[in-house]
Every structure is written in structure tokens, then in C-alpha cells.
């Protein structure tokens, strides 16, 4: 098959197994990234397709081709890292072309794929500049460019926004999103920042001490997590987990706690009536809370609000539940002052339920 596949890969450092067991096809053109905590072996698994890093068994492949024991430079592929470091010295254009250079393409290949990369990146003004002339993103993409013009058959990135500040990020994650679209290449990105996950992925990865939890779109795992790891990992602020007791009233099966009392929604209603387990995990996520009942299905929470912070339109509120900690999330308009306690609504259409013990999703 083409793209890249992974096939039971492992990796051991002497008796410390960083990973146990992957599995993973990804498809010639997605866009995948991987997210999870610091030390889950993200960057590990990347440098691994990459070939910087030797597998300790399993078998990949990169285009339909085994390249298990191939070397980088026989994989077909460009890397970004987090910390760049490009030539001082060189401009712009050079710093580019440096790769093709090195290969000895010829001197009109290179000028040609040098022109289309920065055109692509936006760079065609500062392809004479130095580094040090340069913004903090125009540096990054300038990274980026060096690995573009090679026109690998697969792309990996290793979290190269994290030097970033927060809105030169969220410029270059539309920037890759659209960059992504023109190449039309196979593309592999490491983060452990869930928004970057959000935004760009065709798919996640989602990664916990070397093992995938859930592998899905954007969409699934931010409305069907597998268990409260992705759950809490992806969605910010973060789902709040309660201890609640599951009862059933006659056939409606409601989820009861310290001041609450909230009716299941349909989707799992069955798989609560006939749970033999009565104590479960709920997850609300901060979002599903409002200040008002706006559809039938918004049931009543009293919280004791602590502390409220103006975020624009919304307002997240860390607040107390019947003795529990949680944050809610709650639209605001313009002339809304801070909340303070008080009757809020939440959206019982969008409760989540897991297991108590194992975390896993009903
Ligand atoms: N040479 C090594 N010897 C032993 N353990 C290692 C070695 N290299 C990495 N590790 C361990 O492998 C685990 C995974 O590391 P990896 O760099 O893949 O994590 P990561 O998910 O990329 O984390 P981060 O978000 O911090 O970059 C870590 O626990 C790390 O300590
Ligand atoms: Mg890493």
C-alpha cells in the first residue's frame, strides 16, 4: 500500500520500551499528526519513519517500499524540526537551496524550484535577505522552504511552530493547512499542542505512553473519545469528569451526583440501562454549560462561581458543582458584567459517560 505504514513497531532503549506496539497506515496525501504529552514517544515514532532512529522490530513502509533498515536519505522524505538553525551567512535563496545544492541538481532546477517554494511561502520579497533581517516567522518559513523544494514523498514535521508566538502560530498552522493543499503530499506532524491537532489533521493520533488511545478526525475524537485520556487531552479548557451514579426512573436513566441530577441523552440511554455498573465517570465538557436554557434538553446546575474571566465572548468560570471543581465555559454579550453564582443550564445532549475503573467511554 502507498503512504506510510507502520506494522507492529517497536522500540526499546536497553529495558526501557518507550514503544510496546504500533500499528498505523496513513494514506498517500493525509495529513496526520500526532499529539500527546511531553515523553509519549511522538517524537520517537516520527524519527523512526524518518530512518534518524532504528526500529527494534516491525517493518515499515514508505510508498509501498519496506524501509526498515533504509537510510534517511533513501526514504524519500523532508524533516522540520522544532529548533532550526539556518546558515547565517547564506540569504535567504541559498538557505533554500542548500539540499539541491549539496545533491548537485542543476543550477536552472534548482533556481525553478527555489522560485515556486518561496512563492508558495510568501518569501519571494526576502529571497535575498539574511536570517537576522528576517521576523521570527519569516525565519520559520524559510525552515520550511529548505524542505519544500526538495519535494519529498512525505513531509515530517517535529512541533516546528512551539518557538512561535501565540498569533505568529496560529498564522503559520492556516499557512501549513493551505500549504498542505498545494503540495498534495503525504504529511506527518508532531505536536502536543491539541489545538495544532484540531485545526490541521486529516486525522489524529492520539498518544499516551507510547501506545495510540484513538485514531480518528478532528471531529470524532473531539465528540466520541474512546476514554477520559483523550477526552481531557483534546477540547480546551479541558472536559470535567464527575463521580455520578447512573439510576433508573422508569425506564429514563438519569446520572445522579453531589447537586446534580441530569437525564442521559438518547445515544446512551441503552448502554446505561444496561450497564450493571451503577457508579460511572461523567464528562461535561466547559463549553456545554450556558448562562440560559436554550433548547428543552438544557437541565438546571446551581454553581458557586470563584472566580470568572472575561475571555471576549465567553466568560470561563472556575466554579463549584455540589462540592466538585469544575470550569465552565459560558457565552457572554457585550454588556454582560462577570458571573457570579447562580442557576446555569447545561446541554445534557452532549454528556459523555465512562467506566469508573478502566476511564473507557460507554
Ligand atoms: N536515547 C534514549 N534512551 C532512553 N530513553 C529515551 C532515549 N530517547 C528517548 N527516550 C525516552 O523515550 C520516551 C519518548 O521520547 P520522545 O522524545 O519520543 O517523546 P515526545 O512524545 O516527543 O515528547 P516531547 O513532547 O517532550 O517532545 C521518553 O520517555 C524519553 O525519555
Ligand atoms: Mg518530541
Known sequence: MSGVSLRNVTKRYGNVTVIPDLSLDIAEGEFVVFVGPSGCGKSTTLRM??????????????????????????????????????????????????????????????AERVRIA????????????????????????????????????????????????????????????LLHKKLDRTMVYVTHDQIEAMTMADRIVIM???????????????????????????????????PADLSDEGGDVFATGAGFKLPL????????????????????????????????????????????????????????LGGQAVTAAVEVGPESDLMTDGTFFFDTSRLYLFDRKTGDAF
Do not use: C
Open 49 to 110: 519513519i524518518a530512518g534518524l532512529e532504528k526500529v527494534t522490530s516491525g517493518r515499515i513502509d514508505i510508498a509501498g517500499r519496506d524501509v526498515t533498515w533504509a537510510r534517511p536519505k533513501e526514504r524519500d522524505i523532508a524533516m522540520v524540526f522544532q529548533s532550526y538553525a539556518l546558515y547565517p551567512h547564506m540569504n535567504v535563496a541559498r538557505n533554500m537551496s542548500f539540499a539541491l545544492r549539496l545533491a548537485g541538481r542543476p543550477k536552472d532546477e534548482i
Open 118 to 177: 518561496a512563492d508558495m511561502l510568501e518569501l519571494t520579497p526576502y529571497l535575498e535577505r539574511k536570517p537576522k533581517d528576517l521576523s521570527g516567522g519569516q525565519r520559520q518559513r524559510v525552515a520550511m522552504g529548505r524542505s519544500i523544494v526538495r519535494d519529498a514523498y512525505v513531509f515530517l514535521f517535529d512541533e516546528p511552530l512551539s518557538n512561535l508566538d501565540a498569533k505568529l502560530r496560529s498564522s503559520m498552522r492556516t499557512e501549513l493547512a
Open 208 to 242: 499516551k505512553d507510547g501506545l495510540i488511545q484513538q485514531v480518528g478526525s478532528p471531529k470524532d475524537v473531539y465528540n466520541t473519545p474512546v476514554n477520559t485520556f483523550v477526552a481531557t487531552f483534546m477540547g480546551s479548557p479541558s472536559m470535567n469528569l464527575l
Open 265 to 320: 441523552p438518547d445515544r446512551l440511554q441503552e448502554a446505561a440501562r444496561n450497564s450493571a455498573r451503577k457508579g460511572i465517570t461523567l464528562g461535561m465538557r466547559p463549553e456545554h454549560f450556558s448562562a440560559e436554557a436554550r433548547a428543552p434538553h438544557f437541565s438546571a446546575v446551581d454553581l458557586h462561581v470563584k472566580v470568572a474571566e472575561y475571555i471576549g465572548s465567553s466568560q470561563y468560570l472556575a466554579a463549584d
